[in-house]
């Protein structure tokens, strides 16, 4: 929208004329206070503060938090950015405001993180499908070598056997060995299937919980055993301190935030010789530390402008956005060979930032 420095709106997009249930002529020249607070009386002496005011007083652009009545009389939390327009004489005489509905914006971060979720699983899905594959192969293998076995016992298929209580014994034998791979196998298939269902639950779970970070990265570091790079090419040390403090927080922002570091850490290793990764969990009386070590060459210099955005830049900045809320600092030490995240996590105040 557009207000002049008297407070009177020149124009309002299409979307705020909808919200608030009126034509854009019975908007134009009425005051903003008549419109957006639905009032006829000036803000002045209201409790909250008037932020096209102080644009025009201090000639500087100003986000805020606002409030405003919709059509049927609801209040709407928008947040706004308020941009002064200024004459020849540097006179603020114009605001543009950009109004963005919180509801909305929560609603799009929300949808943004479970697109994010499940592009990462996507990141896994061949691995995860050689990991089903490997055991329905070997079920699948033994349960025909099994039923060719005892369809030829049922024709009496006795070729070659002269002692009757040998051949039984020996085919019962075979009989039973197939069978013990097909249980062991039909297991591996469903502490898999199991994995990735409660993982799945986990990562839809957008309710903050009670955390223990350790717990959550080794569930982290199982799951990415799916991928077989990770699986039989990277040497790994995990030194995990499960006695670090429980933390008040949404698992996906973790699990995700992990995930992220350690994917940008094995595109760093992918084109070294010496492929390691350490993973360290530690805390002391104010913070938890989660370290990621590898002995890649590095990540790529990031590059400005979304349209320039490489894989590990669109990680980064998506963790960085996903632990901001918990207060949470995260360093990046980019040598070859020795290349390092480092997540600082304050516990004692986690409970009022998650508020």
Not at 29 to 51: A, G, V
Not at 187 to 192: A, D, R, T, Y
Not at 211 to 235: A, G, P, R, V
Not at 279 to 285: G, I, P, Q
Request: charged share 30%; proline share 3%.
């Amino acid at each position: 929208m557009v207000i002049s420095s008297d407070y009177r709106l020149l124009y309002a997009s299409p979307l705020i004329s909808q919200l608030l249930g009126l034509q854009e002529e019975e908007m134009h020249n009425k005051f903003c206070y008549q419109i957006l607070r639905q009032r006829e009386d000036p803000c002045e002496k209201m409790t909250y503060r008037c932020p096209l005011r102080e644009v025009i007083e201090s000639g500087k652009s100003l986000k805020s938090f606002q409030s405003y009545l919709s059509a049927n009389k609801k209040e709407v939390l928008f947040t706004i950015d308020s941009y002064p327009l200024r004459d020849e004489r540097g006179k603020v005489v114009k605001i543009i405001g950009v109004l963005k509905n919180v509801d909305e914006l929560n609603k799009m971060k929300s949808e943004l993180g479970r697109l994010y979720r499940f592009a990462a699983m996507g990141e896994l899905f061949h691995g995860i499908a050689h990991n089903l594959n490997t055991p329905l192969s070997a079920v699948m293998a033994r349960a025909e070598m099994l039923e060719e076995r005892l369809r030829k016992q049922k024709e009496g298929d006795r070729e070659g056997e002269k002692d009757k209580k040998s051949y039984f014994e020996s085919k019962l034998d075979k009989n039973l060995r197939d069978a013990e791979v097909i249980v062991s196998n039909a297991m591996k298939l469903s502490g898999i299937i199991r994995n990735m269902m409660q993982k799945g639950l986990q990562e839809g779970e957008e309710t903050p919980q009670m955390l223990n970070l350790s717990y959550l990265l080794k569930e982290e570091l199982q799951f990415l055993e799916s991928d077989m790079k990770f699986k039989h090419e990277i040497k790994k040390s995990y030194f995990l301190d499960e006695s670090i403090p429980y933390i008040k927080g949404i698992y996906f922002h973790f699990s995700q935030s992990f995930t992220n570091l350690i994917r940008n850490a094995m595109e760093s290793i992918d084109q070294s010789e010496v492929k390691e990764l350490t993973v360290t969990s530690k805390h002391n009386k104010n913070n938890i530390y989660i370290e990621i070590h590898d002995t890649g060459l590095g990540t790529k210099k990031l590059t400005k402008g979304p349209q320039h955005l490489i894989p590990g830049e669109i990680r980064l900045n998506q963790t960085y956005e996903l632990l901001k809320s918990y207060n949470a600092e995260l360093k990046i030490r980019n040598k070859p060979h020795d290349n390092l995240y480092s997540i600082c996590i304050p516990y004692k105040k986690i409970e009022d930032a998650i508020e």
